[in-house]
Nanobody, 125 residues
Framework: QVQLVESGGGLVQPGASLRLSCAYS????????MGWFRQAPGKDREFVAR????????AYADSVKGRFTISRDNAKNTIYLQMNSLKPEDTAMYYC??????????????????WGQGTQVTVSS
């Protein structure tokens, strides 16, 4: 129902910054929440950050709190993930996701129905 396209990933050194973008389209009026998840090869998909549409409230995983910031630009139909002080353990494929349901399960991947193809972030010295 909602199409999502991520961009902005790349190869950076520890301590560097990246800004990921997620352009959304389709039936966006039905969106209740959008979020960022990441997944390293052979590992489960992990919650990173989310934003509720009604009040723009934010939530973050403990591992990225204070370093990452989620934001939204309604005019550009885009959400962002600003990533600062990147660490090697941040290396993963990063996915943008959306849900139409006002569920309390805001950090669970299965609660999000629409997903982008992902953008790779690699942090290495």
């Amino acid at each position: 129902q909602v199409q999502l396209v991520e961009s902005g990933g790349g190869l950076v050194q520890p301590g560097a910054s990246l800004r990921l973008s997620c352009a959304y389209s389709g039936r966006t009026m039905s969106v209740y929440r959008m979020g960022w998840f990441r997944q390293a090869p052979g590992k489960d998909r992990e919650f990173v950050a989310r934003m509720n549409w009604v009040d723009s409230s934010e939530a973050y995983a403990d591992s990225v709190k204070g370093r990452f910031t989620i934001s939204r630009d309604n005019a550009k139909n885009t959400i962002y993930l600003q990533m600062n002080s990147l660490k090697p353990e941040d290396t993963a494929m990063y996915y943008c996701a959306a849900t139409q349901n006002p569920t309390s399960l805001s950090t669970e991947a299965f609660a999000y129905a629409d997903w982008g193809q992902g953008t790779q972030v690699t942090v290495s010295s």
